[in-house]
């Protein structure tokens, strides 16, 4: 009878051992997620309070001195900084995390936000000085099969034009009024698609295809400055 009864102890504390290791690995992984989040959150509200300091400045110029290209190329480079940066952390921080988290979909809105703002002011400040940086608006869905090509390509064309060309990626799946008015007002009706310079491309669109749109913008560009 004693026998017995050790043998069926044994199992009983080697699950009660495993429960107990699992619950520590899924209560650091919660910890290390909700940290990562309120890391990304932090930036995020940095980023929001320097480019309105920003754009105040910038205002500021123009009010003293209009027509300051300087003040709006300044502007534009330092912003294209603070966008790409975030950019990078985002992306990081959804390849790195599977468990879901409440509070990163009002972070991640936070960020659209941010992405749509600086997207207006260039586009605002582009009426004062010749367009100097092609923008290139991404609409992408979680169900979308192209989508993680895309945002490969997208990737390499960051690298090869620097900070002559802005992406914005804006996740569709956040139900956003801002980004379904744009769906709308861009007839949107498959993933991926990109607004370039405010010409539409729907469908996936290859480096080579890129890298030509791209460059007929930048010697638009050219060409009407030379002018």
Do not use: H
């Amino acid at each position: 009878m004693v026998e017995r009864e050790i043998e069926w102890k044994y199992p009983l504390f080697a699950a009660l051992l495993t429960a107990v290791i699992f619950s520590g690995i899924f209560y650091t992984a919660l910890s290390l997620n909700d940290y990562k989040v309120n890391n990304l959150k932090s930036q995020i509200e940095e980023v929001e309070v320097e480019q309105r300091s920003r754009l105040v400045g910038l205002q500021l110029s123009e009010n003293l001195e209009k027509n300051d290209c300087r003040a709006v190329k300044g502007w534009v480079n330092t912003t294209v900084d603070d966008i790409r940066n975030l950019r990078l952390e985002v992306a990081a921080y959804e390849d790195s995390n599977k468990i879901d988290n409440r509070e990163y979909i009002t972070v991640k809105k936070r960020y659209m936000n941010l992405l749509l703002q600086n997207l207006v002011q260039i586009r605002n400040f582009d009426n004062a000085c010749n367009r100097e940086v092609v923008d290139i608006v991404y609409f992408y869905s979680d169900n979308c099969n192209s989508c993680t090509d895309q945002a490969t390509v997208l990737t390499e064309i960051r690298q090869e034009y620097g900070k002559d060309v802005v992406v914005y990626p804006l996740d569709t799946e956040l139900d956003m009024q801002p980004i379904n008015f744009l769906l709308n007002y861009y007839d949107v009706e498959e993933y991926p698609t990109l607004v370039i310079n405010g010409e539409v491309k729907q469908g996936f669109q290859s480096m080579d295809s890129l890298e030509q749109d791209i460059e007929s913008s930048l010697n638009s560009t050219n060409s009407t400055s030379e002018s």
